[in-house]
């Protein structure tokens, strides 16, 4: 998947040193939000620990972790998942990141939109959504900018770093390919 000078790829093992930078340089940033990740990648041994545990969810077709890449500077831009996969229902969640550098830019916005693209073509999805804390109002922007829809409030639905529970807004996108019947 490419847009611009980016390009939007699977993680994978190669990725062990950049990925370790990258989430690094934004722990600070991340961390109320991805504390999984934080706790998980405290230096390149638990970085490529970690990458292979996610080859593996995605060699189930359990999660998918991407990555953009900037492709002039050769650098980790953002980190896009695709997680809770419901095969059943065909519908997963999305989950994304941007470098604090490469934020405001628009980069999120065409990632967003090229991985929901992916979902719906590739992986045969009928519905993505989005859980946003109520304060991201640039993850708002990003969601509403992909036609994602507001479906409600989901109270105490997700647990900060430091242990209290938020309330998120739920978004949801349908697919625009119309199944035949």
Known sequence: MNFDHFTIKQLQKE??????????????RIAQYFPTTIEKIEDIESTD?????????????ESFYFIIIDTLKKKISGSLIL???????????????????YEGKGITTKA?????????????????????????SPS????EKNGFEREGILHQDFK??????????????????????
């Open 49 to 61: 620990s970690y990458i292979a545990s996610k080859i593996e969810l995605s060699n189930k077709k």
């Open 140 to 143: 708002i922007r990003v969601a």
């Open 15 to 28: 990725d062990v040193l950049d990925y370790f930078q990258f989430i690094d340089s934004n722990r600070d």
């Open 83 to 101: 997680k809770n996969l419901d095969w059943n229902v065909q519908k997963c969640e999305i989950s994304y990141f941007i470098d604090k550098k």
């Open 160 to 181: 900060l770093t430091n242990g209290n529970c938020i309330d998120v807004i739920f978004y949801g996108l349908l697919t625009p390919y119309k199944k035949i019947i």
């Open 112 to 136: 967003l939109s090229q991985l929901t693209g992916y979902c719906f073509k590739e992986l045969k999805l009928n519905k993505a959504y989005l859980r946003i804390a109520k304060d991201n």
